[in-house]
């Protein structure tokens, strides 16, 4: 069966280190997103892929980079971590408009 | 840009009948999705409205007034199950943009 994974799905990091989120589904979508979650929230765009080489800012992208050299991946990687970026992050991916999430990776920044 | 509220928490009775209103403003506009989260979890797909009305599926219907701006969810016989966040989100350029959530308690 297709699906979307996401890894670690724990993390602790130190400030100041660069940090890096994996997603890779198997759908074969084109369509790639990072969102985080925190209390008060909801879901918030990080940085979304429409398909390879393809990458664009979402409504809270400060801090956060992404690349996509396939279909399958859309790594997050945080520059320097910093302890506002503790949350909840999720990968989704669509082709159309319903989106499927990863599992979830939670991340602790001391 | 977009805009989207709902109540922050609802709570009902087993066997009840609860109804989770979403209002929104956008920009851009292709559909309305409800999905269910429970604790700990990644969200899952409920429902999708891209025209006016209602859509049911099982215990759970959606409703869209495009117009208004308002959508609701209407969850019957609840089960305990049920207890989890139910998030608002609106479609444009195939993003999704979502709402902070209702977080529905059932009790016993």
């Known amino acids: 069966d297709a699906e979307i994974t996401q890894s670690p799905r724990h993390k602790i990091t130190e400030t100041g280190r660069q940090v890096t989120l994996a997603c890779h589904q198997t759908?074969?979508?084109?369509?790639m997103f990072w969102y985080r979650q925190d209390l008060g929230h909801g879901l918030r765009l990080i940085h979304y892929?429409?398909?390879?080489?393809?990458?664009n800012k979402g409504e809270v992208s400060d801090g956060y980079s992404v690349s996509r050299s396939n279909t399958e991946d859309l790594p997050l990687t945080l520059e320097s971590a910093a302890s506002s970026q503790t949350s909840v992050y999720f990968c989704?991916?669509?082709?159309?408009?319903?989106?499927?999430f990863g599992q979830g990776t939670r991340l602790t920044v001391v | 840009g977009q805009n989207i509220d709902q109540p922050t928490e609802m709570t009902a009775t087993e066997g009840a009948i609860v109804q989770i209103n979403c209002t929104y403003q956008?920009?851009?506009?292709?559909?309305l999705f409800w999905y269910q989260q429970h604790a700990g979890e990644a969200p899952t797909f409920l429902s999708y409205?891209?025209?006016?009305g209602l859509e049911e599926k099982g215990r759970f219907s959606s409703f869209l007034s495009r117009s208004k701006g308002y959508s609701y969810l209407l969850l019957k016989e609840l089960q305990m199950k049920d207890s989890a966040s139910y998030l608002c989100a609106v479609t444009g350029d195939y993003k999704l943009s979502f709402g902070a959530g209702t977080t529905v308690t059932v009790r016993a």
């Open positions: 989704a991916s669509s082709e159309g408009y319903e989106a499927f």
């Open positions: 956008t920009s851009g506009f292709n559909g």
């Open positions: 892929s429409y398909g390879v080489q393809d990458t």
């Open positions: 759908w074969n979508h084109n369509n």
């Open positions: 409205n891209v025209l006016d």
